[in-house]
């Protein structure tokens, strides 16, 4: 098998996070649920790993990294615990349903206000918009780093400042940047970072967090069992026990631990260039390919991600033949991007989205290309 699939999830990861998995499951007990040396083993797994993660995102706080179980959990912490009845909320035709679907049951059942601004046909915005849309009202502008369609990334560090400007906070799905594109909360301006550990950062599924900026005061989306001041009717409000309710996923955090360390090591601008180059060179070979249509800007820089289509082909078939006849991992359909898709003229058919990782080889890559030459002969 071909594994170009992950953007949905990386298939291959670097072996210090199998090992670390494996040895937590093996040796570590609960975090923050005892004082044996088990649960110390637990409660020291899961510091390290926020300290590496609040270092590889520009968090200023350790203690404001909080874990999740995926970025969607973590953009519903914050979506519901910063905005409101009668709030105003900017965001993009570029997100995924991870944020579109939070905000539209805000506006369905408190009265939350949405503005959103367009994409073009190649899936670019006008950073105008985001003044222009600005409102009184207005509490957020909530988007995504990067499309998960087109690879294309949003200028945050500009539209933080259009955001801050206004009084507005700014909140960032981070889940295709997150350990493949550098992030600085600080430079960029970012209020409350929402991430992913299985994608980018190449850690276990159900794992993830929030980094949150210090003064934020986010309600908790969920209370229960924390581990400290038991005989309190009311969740802890320190960070980030307030974000964490219930037994963390330590298992899953000794193995995104390891996946921070990795990539720390490596240098995410090293993981992002090769990224590129593999994008690059797949873009290159199928671009002109008669009857193969490619959507978005690679005129700038992007994310590791080609979307296309063959001739009037629905994408279900194309990734089907693809996985089937040629052993080719792709995703086909509307990738949760909805309006996206839209933009792009896309939502009938959807798109076959081939997605790159660090382990991916150039010959995966030219095996694809021959695979695409020949499905659209």
């Keep these: 098998m071909i594994y170009l699939d992950n953007a949905a999830t990386t298939l291959h990861k670097p072996q210090q996070v199998i090992d670390a998995v494996v040895h937590a499951m093996q040796s570590m007990g ?12 637990a409660a020291r797994t899961v510091y390290d790993a926020r300290v590496r993660l609040a ?43 991870s944020v579109l679907r939070p905000l539209y049951r805000l506006e369905a059942e408190h009265g939350a206000e949405l503005s959103f601004v367009p994409a073009d046909k190649l899936g670019n915005v006008d950073y105008a918009d985001f003044e222009r849309l600005m409102k ?16 294309t ?13 206004h009084g507005a906070l700014v909140i960032v799905d981070a889940s295709q940047t997150a350990g493949c594109w550098p992030i600085d909360m600080k430079k960029m301006g970012i209020d409350v970072l929402c991430f992913t550990g299985h994608k980018g950062l190449m850690g276990p599924q159900g794992t993830g967090g929030i980094c949150v900026k210090e003064g934020i005061e986010i309600r908790p989306f969920k209370v229960g069992g ?64 008669d009857g193969v249509t490619v959507y978005g800007d690679f005129t700038k820089d992007k994310t590791a991600i080609v979307a296309l289509n063959i001739r ?41 989205r081939f997605s790159f990782s660090f382990y991916n080889t150039e010959e995966e890559i030219d095996e694809a290309v021959r695979a695409v030459a020949e499905l659209a002969k």
């Design 30 to 41: 609960n975090c923050a649920r005892g004082t044996h040396e088990e649960a110390l083993d």
């Design 55 to 97: 270092s590889l995102f520009g968090c200023p706080r350790v203690d404001h990294v909080a874990f999740t179980a995926n970025s969607t959990e973590a953009l519903n912490i914050a979506i519901n615990g910063l905005i409101g009845p009668g709030d105003h909320v900017i965001s993009t035709d570029l997100e995924h349903n």
């Design 136 to 151: 009184p009202n207005t509490r957020a502008v909530v988007c995504t780093n990067a499309s998960n369609l087109t690879g």
């Design 153 to 165: 990334v949003l200028d945050i560090e500009r539209i933080a400042k259009t955001a801050h400007s």
């Design 226 to 289: 924390s581990g400290v001041q038991s005989y309190s009717r009311t969740h802890p409000a320190e960070y980030p026990t307030r974000l964490e309710a219930g037994t963390l996923n330590g298992h899953g955090i000794a193995g995104l631990g390891a996946a921070a360390k990795f990539i720390c090591e490596t240098g995410v601008e090293n993981i992002h260039a090769k990224e590129r180059s593999l994008m690059l060179r797949f873009y290159e070979g199928v671009k002109d390919i």
């Design 312 to 352: 009037d082909y629905e994408s279900g078939e194309v990734s089907y033949e693809l996985s089937q006849g040629y052993g080719i991992a792709t995703r086909p359909g509307a990738h949760c991007a909805p309006r996206m898709h839209k933009a792009l003229g896309t939502a009938e058919v959807g798109a076959v």
